[in-house]
């Protein structure tokens, strides 16, 4: 069940939007790939600079699938990962991750297109078992070229770990906010229809909308087949891209989609709400039932897969994804395991308040969790902050979806600073940070420099253990506790 939340940056494109010409990054961001705008100073700077000691990026690691993680199967590990999400909430270019992926460069040398053609046809067995008929195959596979492209070198990690507010203010952007607004009027109907049937919250399925693709308007160009199919040959995942590309044959073999209209990312996400062909097989929903699950052109399709997919990772009905709350005077996080749910009323009885002055639930239980640290923000976190991560692992995305979702439903923005005048990690001081928890006899997983869960219940022990606030946030003061812990 440890996943990994590996966001790599790839390269820089552009891409037109509308009359803007943006640059954006693209990103692994769990299992699919995303874009960012990037500050084309600061590339320039990083290109400088790496080009000076003559850095070879390593590869990033890209991540597992999803769907190892059923609902149903384990509260416990659902609230563990809730809780560890203490503070992880690192994000962006260098993100919290459980990583065990042992990614090894690709080696494109070696890699033909004469070799292609034979690893598609050594393929066909496990097409046919699927159910993918020879003529479905050859029709999708036989014209399709293989991608060099695909085998780009991976950039280098950022030196520092980007700190979740980062992520929150680009990915939470008035522009953004205000599309949803705009396309929760033009979609009324269909939205307050699909949360009755799914009953997954309107602004939870267009904030996902939002940050998957703003809305339609990056869905990405790429052939899915010929992206899969190259990226199964020549890329380190064969297994996974192989079992995706079946996934997309199976697509058109059902009839959802022809060969030439599968586009999504170059690494296989499709369409508006970016889902990877086998979660399409899972997923996808025909909305407006005319026979096909189209979740690159019809909006009511896209949206119904959406909710559909939440709804099956156990969204709960009527509830949050969580939200902000003000901790009273003299609150002590220590004292409250963040591992275990609690009811509303109970945080209600602490002295918990909302900082809109809304009242908590009636209902429901919640997490506390302090994603900046005991001086950044608290919020309270239900099930489904863990559901959205079901769509993407990384806390920061989560936290993006539910919070774009609550703007667009009118809320404000997040009232409590966050401590933006500390200065993030670096890789070796994350690393150095791992070495020391691990000396003091806590399991931090592979020592990477990267925060994933395990490292943030490391720290919470430890903290703990110490008796010190366990806010699990990893900054220098926790840095410097450790290099002194006996
Ligand atoms: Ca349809």
Redesign the pocket.
């Known amino acids: 069940m440890r996943r990994m939340c590996g966001i790599a940056r790839i390269g820089t494109k552009q891409f037109g939007h509308g009359k803007e010409l943006l640059n954006f990054r693209s990103l692994n961001i769990g299992n699919r790939r995303r874009f960012r705008p990037v500050d084309m100073r600061k590339e320039f700077k990083m290109r400088l600079f790496r080009k000076k000691l003559a850095i070879r990026p390593p590869e990033a690691p890209m991540r597992h699938a999803r769907g190892n993680f059923a609902p149903a199967q384990s509260f416990r590990a659902f609230a563990l990962i809730a809780a560890a999400g203490a503070v992880l909430f690192m994000t962006g270019v260098k993100p919290s991750q459980a990583n065990t992926s042992t990614a090894k460069p690709a080696k494109p040398a070696g890699k033909t297109d004469a070799g292609f053609r034979a690893y598609l046809e050594s393929i066909w067995p496990h097409a046919q078992a699927a159910g993918v008929t020879r003529a479905t195959f050859d029709a999708s596979l036989g014209n399709v070229a293989f991608d060099k492209s695909v085998i780009k070198p991976m950039a280098a990690q950022a030196e520092f770990v980007k700190p979740i507010w980062s992520y929150i203010n680009g990915a939470v952007t008035t522009q953004r906010i205000e599309k949803g607004r705009e396309m929760a009027r033009a979609y009324q109907s269909v939205l307050a229809d699909i949360e009755a049937r799914y009953g997954v919250d309107r602004y939870a399925v267009l904030a996902v909308w939002g940050m998957e693709t703003s809305y339609g308007s990056f869905t990405g160009k790429n052939s899915t087949l010929k992206a899969l199919a190259s990226l199964a040959y020549a890329g380190n995942r064969e297994e996974f891209f192989r079992t995706e590309l079946i996934g997309a044959l199976m697509i058109i073999q059902q009839g959802h989609a022809r060969p030439e209209t599968l586009t999504g990312s170059w690494a296989g996400a499709m369409g508006q709400t970016q889902f990877m062909p086998t979660s399409f097989l899972k997923y996808a929903v025909?909305?407006?039932?005319?026979?096909?699950?189209?979740i690159w052109s019809?909006i009511?399709?896209a949206l119904a897969s959406t909710a559909n997919y939440l709804a099956s990772f156990g969204w709960v009905r009527g509830q949050p994804y969580g939200f902000e709350v003000i901790l009273p005077e003299g609150f002590d996080i220590s004292g409250h395991d963040p591992l275990e749910f609690k009811p509303f009323s109970y945080w209600a009885s602490k002295g918990l308040r909302r900082p809109s002055g809304a009242a908590m639930p009636g209902s429901g239980t919640a997490t506390i969790i302090l994603p900046g640290g005991r001086s950044g923000p608290a919020f309270l976190l239900t099930q489904n902050f863990r559901v959205i991560k079901e769509y993407n692992r990384s806390n920061a995305y989560a936290f993006g979806v539910g919070h774009l979702g609550e703007r667009i439903a009118g809320a404000g923005p997040i009232a409590g600073a966050w401590p933006t005048s500390e200065k993030p990690l670096s890789t070796a001081q994350a690393m150095e940070l791992q070495r020391n928890l691990q000396r003091l006899g806590h399991n931090v997983g592979k020592i990477d420099g990267k925060f994933g869960d395990q490292v943030t219940a490391a720290i919470r022990a430890y903290q703990k253990k110490a008796g010190l606030v366990a806010d699990g946030y990893p900054n220098h003061m926790v840095l410097q506790q450790v290099r002194n812990a006996r």
């Open positions: 025909d909305y407006d039932r005319d026979g096909r699950k189209d019809n009511p399709d």
